[in-house]
């Protein structure tokens, strides 16, 4: 058992010493020779900011509460501590018991942005693992990938062993049950495990795979080359939400969330056409408003913490949100400061944020995301100018002093009276905010580059390019300036990376190789990022950005994720992409009929009665149901 040992020298050298310590609160520590799987939960980016991300702390949750299994955490260290690790020769070590990485069953990391890429790879150098999945072998641990991020998973194949897709509450069950099993039958190869796992659903091994190309660089399949790997691997999903964490761990220091939180919905249907999280987490499922406030009692009694926060990906559109407020006032009074951390453009919305309110009324955030109401129906935001002028007005009256607002920049059959809109609504907002509180009204506006991501759809479109996107900035800048309202933006070649790494298919690993060894590091922090060293590494591989970034994709052009279902099928994406060409909305199928999306569930009743609904509507009989719900077999709506 190899120990890192005598870190308090390396300590007192580093900016932040609480990231690298552990032994923080509720942290998990176990005996590592009486637990015969051990996994190390790896977050590529600082502590600081991996400690807020609720699915780490749920896996490692579910992994230690399971006998003779223990999960510990590592994350990106900053660039202080890797220099004084590269020169003294100190291998990256886990925060519970400080063991180096490399002496793991399992080392996962959680996926959240492209950003993150490099500090795979630097995580796994400086842990003394090869960084080429090719090169590790039978006695190197299993690299995994997991989150978001990992559904466009071919840019990193070359790095990563297997991609658990989807949901990973029932996926890692099934991960370290396997690994322990493996390790109790003596071992095998690693390919043949590795074929094993690719039989767990949701899971993903690039090796078994290989991309066709034609002559013009452009992709024509993504085809399995063993015999038993899937055409198409399915993502997991769960068909309810898992109880609450009520015991996460508290830092030493600040993190970017610091507070408690309960997811109370996961998914939402409104549809944006270029949101991710929307097509990729689908059926929409909640958490009641009893469990909720069950879940936070037990939360504060573990963490102390004063201030929750209701994760969703739209926190008012829960069926049940007022009788949640109301039970968590019940509850706490005003001993607790409930935060929502995304909200409809609606007055609803804001009636829900001044019954939450208990020490203030500063900021409330609105995100139109475009200019005009044509625009924001192209997109299928349902927003028009009165629904934000209506909520604006009643957050002012109401008592909030600060308005922020955030738009895209470069969508889809944007033109300059898209952007001239931005400034017309500020100063609408701004006139609003005055009439009720003078000069202390507050309005800021901030933009970010428009982004082709996959699963969504807006994977055909291009993305605008910087001698578009800058003039844009600089009308707002001056535009806003007059009109006395703050504005912040986004760097265009910053936007043009994450477009390129987010639609990159294998052949870009070649690129992420090379930068990272230029030194890429952190590509998400400005301190860090060069855009300079990634062309390079690019051209070094024979490989153009643009082909990437600012091509419009043909309608059945294969993508590198076109072997990877998230539930909702392509043809529905591929209409939503034609509607958006014809400026039609599509309504949410929460609020009517079922929409046919196809997406995916075990046990999807709602999902069923809205699609009997919507062949009602066409004069056509309820489909046969019988055999379709099964507890192992999946099925389609279609």
Known sequence: MAVVRNLDGVFARVQKPARYTGGEWNSVVKD???????VAFAYPDLYDIGMSNLGLGILYDIVNRREGMLAERVFAPWSDLEAILRAEGIPLWSLETRHPLAEFDVLGFSLSYEGTYTNI????DLAGLPVLAEERTDAHPLVIC?????????????FIDAFALGDGEETIVEIVDFVREWKRQGRGTREEMLYRLSRIWGVYVPRFYAPRCGDD????????VHEAAPARVVKR?????PPALTKPIVPYLQTVHDRMAIEIQRGCTQGCRFCQAGMIYRPRLERSPEEVVAAAKELQAQTGYDELSLVSLSTTDHSRIVPMVDGLRREFGDGLTISLPSMRVDSF????????ATRGKHSITFAPEAGTERLRMTINKVVTDDDLYTAVDNAFRNGWTNVKMYFMVGQPTETHEDIEGIVTLAKRVREIGRSYHGGRARVRVSTSNFIPKAHTPFQWASQARAEVLRPRHAYLREALKKAGVAFTWEDPEHSLLEAVLSRGDRRLGKAIHRAWQAGARFDAWHEHYNWPRWERAMQESGLDPEFYAYRERGLR????WSHISVGVSESYLRGEWMKTLRGETTPDCHKQPCNVCGVQNQNAEDCLNRFDLRLAQQGRPPKDRTGLIQPIEMFTLS
């Open 349 to 356: 919305s804001v009636r829900v944020s001044e019954a939450v």
């Open 557 to 560: 052009e294969v993508f590198p």
């Open 237 to 241: 999903f769960v068909q309810e939400l």
């Open 32 to 38: 590592w020779d009486a637990c015969d799987v051990r």
């Open 217 to 224: 660089g452009t992709l024509r399949a993504i085809e399995p």
């Open 121 to 124: 790879l630097n995580m796994l």
């Open 146 to 158: 997991g989150g978001s991020g990992a559904l466009n998973p071919d840019a990193l194949a070359d």
